[in-house]
């Protein structure tokens, strides 16, 4: 398997222009997140979602910042508009949700530069 | 508040000898723990995990010892080699009633191995 994809890996914009971030996750997973690492914050989960319907979006920073899943092998996570502190290395992961199993992998993540 | 804390953010050791990685947790409902490797330029990557119902898990080099009771687990890789060099990251799930894998990372703590 090819393992989660993540498109674009590095994007550079300006403040004020929309940013469409995409991932591709395992085909057979049945649960997908988006995650944001900072060096203050860490690694942070914004959303995720199970069967493609979203679960838990109270991670989401502001009404900036949407995700979704039209299908079980693509999602996006838009910023719009984009500002400065918006930059960071966005992950998204996916797992197959079965009891008692939590692991997720991740894909290669895209590094987003908001000048 | 950080529920997953490693409060080491950086730890160096020669090649050969044990690392020994820490991290702890405040919440009790936590029921599942897992330690991920990330490389530069990469996406976490899952090492090893753990169930509350035990307390180590060992798999070839690497081996997590879980204290329930202090909230505490810790991540020993032995011999380390540099290749080992790496952010490793606690992770915890169940605090959420068992939302469906949702984790909660700690900061990581950076390994260096030297030769």
């Known amino acids: 398997d090819a393992g989660v994809i993540q498109s674009p890996r590095h994007e550079v914009t300006e403040m004020g222009q929309e940013v469409t971030l995409r991932c591709k996750p395992i085909?057979?997973?049945?649960?997908l997140f988006w995650y944001r690492q900072t060096m203050m914050r860490g690694l942070e989960l914004l959303i995720y979602f199970n069967n493609n319907v979203p679960i838990d979006d109270s991670g989401m920073p502001e009404d900036r910042f949407s995700a979704k899943m039209p299908n079980a092998s693509f999602s996006t996570l838009k910023i719009q508009p984009s500002e400065p502190r918006d930059s960071a290395v966005y992950f998204c992961?996916?797992?197959?949700?079965?009891?008692?199993?939590?692991?997720?992998?991740f894909g290669p993540g895209t590094r987003l530069t908001v000048t | 508040d950080q529920q997953v804390k490693q409060n080491s953010p950086s730890l160096s050791v020669q090649e050969g000898r044990i690392s020994i990685l820490n991290c702890d947790y405040t919440n009790s409902m936590f029921d599942y723990f897992l330690w991920y490797k990330k490389y530069p330029a990469e996406g976490p990557t899952f090492l090893i995990s753990?169930?509350?119902?035990?307390d180590k898990n060992e798999d070839g080099r690497f081996t997590v010892f879980l204290n329930k009771s202090a909230k505490h687990l810790s991540l020993h890789i032995v011999p380390s080699q540099p290749g080992d060099s790496a952010v490793y990251f606690c992770a915890a799930s169940g605090g959420y009633g068992g939302s469906q894998g949702n984790l909660i990372f700690g900061k990581g703590t950076k390994l260096s191995v030297k030769p």
């Open positions: 085909s057979g997973h049945n649960s």
């Open positions: 753990i169930s509350s119902i035990k």
């Open positions: 992961a996916s797992s197959l949700w079965v009891s008692g199993s939590y692991e997720q992998y």
